[in-house]
């Protein structure tokens, strides 16, 4: 059974930083993409961070909203994958979510196959 299973979020101030963590269940990460995609409200899921499987290109992707903020990563022995998020500002103030996509590609519009419940992260100024 496929399962994935956010934590790390939680409150954190302007500027502060914070850890997410996908563990992931029923497939390997490495044969998977992985992706980040957040929601705020009354807003529309905008894709974060992805990274493609090792059989693929290998490559992580970034919104322009986070590049050099973000970074993405895949921890095969733990079967996890992360999203370091450093400066973080009010706007970043959303639901995450993690995601994952069978064929191994970061897909277009974040139309994933599989995805979790999400861990709320809170930007106060």
């Known amino acids: 059974q496929v399962q994935l299973v956010e934590s790390g979020g939680g409150l954190v101030q302007t500027g502060g930083s914070l850890r997410l963590a996908c563990v992931v269940s029923?497939?390997?990460?490495?044969?998977?993409?992985i992706g980040w995609v957040r929601q705020a409200p009354g807003k529309e899921r905008e894709g974060v961070s992805c990274?493609?499987?090792?059989?693929?290109?290998?490559?992580?992707h970034d919104a322009d909203s986070v590049k050099g903020r973000f970074t993405i990563s895949r921890d095969s022995a733990k079967n996890t994958v992360y999203l370091e998020m450093d400066s973080l500002r009010v706007e970043d103030t959303a639901a995450y979510y993690c995601?994952?996509?069978?064929?191994?590609?970061?897909?277009?519009?974040?139309?994933?196959?599989?995805w979790g419940q999400g861990t709320q992260v809170t930007v106060s100024s």
């Open positions: 029923g497939f390997t990460v490495d044969d998977y993409a």
């Open positions: 995601a994952a996509d069978a064929s191994g590609l970061c897909p277009v519009n974040h139309m994933y196959d599989y």
């Open positions: 990274i493609s499987s090792s059989g693929t290109d290998d490559t992580t």
